[in-house]
């Protein structure tokens, strides 16, 4: 489950990411009633068993039974901001009734990953993974004038990735990337999930600099600022 919305006084508009159809709409009749059967399963970021008919516009819920429901990452509150963060990611990006199997893939190995206590490492590796999939992913290895990615002296361009000092020098939003973030981009854009450690044995002014580049760059391919970000920034504040 990965959105709703009110729809009227008694029901809700669901956005579902499903498998084998892609993220999909689909209308709750009745759910919004204090005693409907299914309004205790239809719950942001749980994995749902759904009986749906297809309609003219919408699919509409017939049946859910949870799966899973996260329980152990909604019970903390940074967690739960960074599950809500990659369903607004989801929401946003992802065309409707489109299937993208590779990204459904990569959803639940992330909550995997972030139920391991790899909180930030979790965030980075889903964003720099899903923005891969979409072909938003960063260039890492090549400045946009042709030369190789040396050390020292490098931007991080929101036109698509790593620029030479020379070429920072005709973007302006550019922005300062030190080494030791691109070396952690290079290594998650080919490492799985399981193979990641703790953020604990990653530096933390790495992670908090990766974490910003990532949040920028995100909010440039949304054209508009995410709520779920913000909303991250109040729970860090707590």
């Not at 297809?54 to 509150?77: R, W």
């Not at 720099?128 to 260039?139: A, D, H, N, S």
Request: net charge positive; charged share 25%; proline share 2%.
């Amino acid at each position: 489950m990965i959105a709703k919305r009110d729809f009227s006084e008694r029901d809700r508009i669901f956005w579902i990411f499903t498998q084998d159809k892609g993220l999909i709409q689909a209308f709750g009749k009745g759910v919004r009633k204090i005693l409907a059967r299914l309004s205790g399963h239809l719950e942001i970021g749980n994995v749902l068993e759904l009986g749906l008919y297809k309609g003219k516009t919408f699919y509409t819920i017939t049946d859910a039974g949870v799966i899973y429901s996260y329980s152990y990452l909604k019970n903390d509150l940074g967690k739960t901001s960074i599950l809500y963060h990659f369903c607004e990611l989801i929401k946003i990006f992802m065309p409707l009734d489109t299937r993208h199997s590779e990204v459904f893939t990569l959803l639940i190995s992330s909550l995997n990953l972030l139920g391991r206590k790899s909180t930030v490492l979790a965030k980075i590796y889903f964003e720099l993974k899903f923005i891969g999939e979409l072909g938003f992913g960063p260039e890492l290895y090549k400045c946009a004038c042709g030369k190789k990615v040396e050390p020292n002296d490098n931007y991080f361009s929101f036109q698509g990735g790593v620029l030479c000092s020379d070429s920072a020098l005709r973007d302006k939003s550019a922005i300062k990337i030190s080494d030791s973030v691109i070396k952690l981009f290079r290594w998650i854009a080919i490492e799985d999930a399981g193979n990641l450690p703790l953020d604990a044995k990653v530096d933390a002014k790495v992670l908090q600099e990766a974490e910003k580049i990532l949040d920028l760059y995100l909010e440039y391919l949304a054209e508009k600022k995410l709520h779920s970000l913000d909303f991250m920034k109040k729970v860090k504040r707590f």
